[in-house]
């Protein structure tokens, strides 16, 4: 089954430091892959997608992700966070067969000044 | 704007007490569903819809009903609630092209 696992649970960065959100994955093919962000209280916003081409996605808020099949990544990047990116960030595939993205279980990421 | 809404965003009730949170949609797509996050779980999918009349079961259906009859609402039904179904849940919509839009959330508590 497609599956992703995001191995931190919390992570913690200073202002202006960059930034990189790990997500691995389980797919049989060549997977969709998406990240979404959740702020407190709020829903998830999608900020960005893969689905074949270019292996660096540009998303939206300045991140970007790599796709990396060899080593079934997808990590999420920003080079210099912001006190307003502090949020939960998921990352999540299709499965294949359903009609539901399956989410990983999510990273805090925590912005100290 | 496109968008999905949720009422009501904040939910407590009792036990037995039967309740529904409702969702709607204006921005056309055939498809929704419904989620609902705990800590340490991620999402969860309770129940989709395709189309209208076209419901089935997510991952975790137990204790939920829904219901598609038209095209822009999608309301989920706790018809008697247990302290176990105290959550977060997402109402989502999804394009052609895979992405989900999320509603605000509506967070219930059933005591």
């Known amino acids: 089954a497609q599956s992703v696992t995001q191995p931190d649970i919390h992570i913690t960065v200073s202002e202006g430091a960059s930034l990189e959100l790990r997500c691995n994955y389980s797919?049989?093919?060549?997977?969709?892959l998406f990240w979404y962000v959740q702020s407190p209280g709020q829903g998830l916003q999608l900020l960005l997608k893969y689905f074949s081409g270019d292996t660096l996605v540009q998303g939206i808020k300045g991140f970007e992700a790599e796709f990396k099949r060899s080593q079934s990544s997808f990590n999420l990047r920003k080079p210099s966070v912001h006190w307003s990116d502090a949020a939960e960030y998921f990352c999540a595939v299709p499965q294949t067969g359903a009609n539901n993205l399956f989410f990983g279980t999510g990273t805090r990421l925590t912005v100290i000044p | 704007e496109a968008q999905v809404t949720q009422n009501p965003r904040y939910l407590i009730t009792v036990t037995g007490k039967k309740l529904t949170v409702t969702c709607s949609q204006n921005?056309?797509?055939?498809?929704m569903s419904w989620y609902r996050q705990d800590p340490g779980l991620g999402l969860r999918q309770i129940y989709y819809?395709?189309?209208?009349?076209?419901?089935d079961k997510g991952d975790v259906p137990e204790g939920y009903k829904v219901s598609r009859k038209e095209k822009r609402n999608f309301p989920l039904i706790l018809e008697s609630p247990s302290p176990n179904q105290t959550s977060l849940y997402f109402c989502a919509n999804r394009s052609g092209g895979l992405e989900q839009y999320f509603g605000p959330g509506t967070r219930l508590t059933v005591t």
């Open positions: 819809s395709m189309n209208v009349e076209v419901t």
């Open positions: 921005m056309n797509h055939e498809y």
């Open positions: 797919y049989g093919a060549t997977p969709y």
